[in-house]
């Protein structure tokens, strides 16, 4: 299974001010078209309890897993399709939705879901959307992961976002 890691920036690093911060607030439009273009194409997303509530309702056209202790936790939004709980660890997720046919999964966020799955090396790509914010504190990309190292793959600009494509060096 491939994975890839999407996340908007601040020019300052942060992903959020805070747990049940959307970033539909302040990711620009083409980032908004590109999340929406890529988590398609993969078919797949896989996120943390606080960034389903705060998109609060599941992707349309996409499978959406969302690591939470129970489905109780998440609104119901059967109109706009399913949630799937999961507490498996990422590499049992990852195998279990290979074996329904899924080749690619986005991995969705937050920091805790970034992190858990830099650190158990599944990650093959990050698409890092730079915006043009500072919010001072908030969130970070990722909460201490250890020193890894990137090649980067891609520079683009639209309108004032920054697209950066990397891939992980896994050793
Ligand atoms: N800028 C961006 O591109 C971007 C992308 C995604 C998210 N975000 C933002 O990031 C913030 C959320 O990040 P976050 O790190 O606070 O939260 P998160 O990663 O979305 O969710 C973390 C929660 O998921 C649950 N969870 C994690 N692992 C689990 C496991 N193994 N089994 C069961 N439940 C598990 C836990 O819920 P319990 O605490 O209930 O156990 C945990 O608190 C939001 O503001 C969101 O909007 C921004």
Redesign the pocket.
Known sequence: MKTFLI???TADGF??K??????LIW?SEADRRFFIGRTKEAGLVI?????AK?SKKPLPGRRNVI???SAE?LPHWKEYGEWEVT?ENPHDLLLRLEKDGHREAAI??????YT?FLEAGLIDTMYLSVEPWIFGQG?HLFQNPREQKLKLLSVRQEEETVFLEYSVLHS
Do not use: F, V, W
């Not at 805070?18 to 970033?23: E, F, I, L, T, Y």
């Open positions: 996340a908007a920036l992903i959020a805070n747990s049940d911060h959307s970033p990711r996120m943390g309890l606080n960034t705060a690591y939470a202790k936790e507490q969705c966020g937050g920091a805790t879901i858990m969130i």
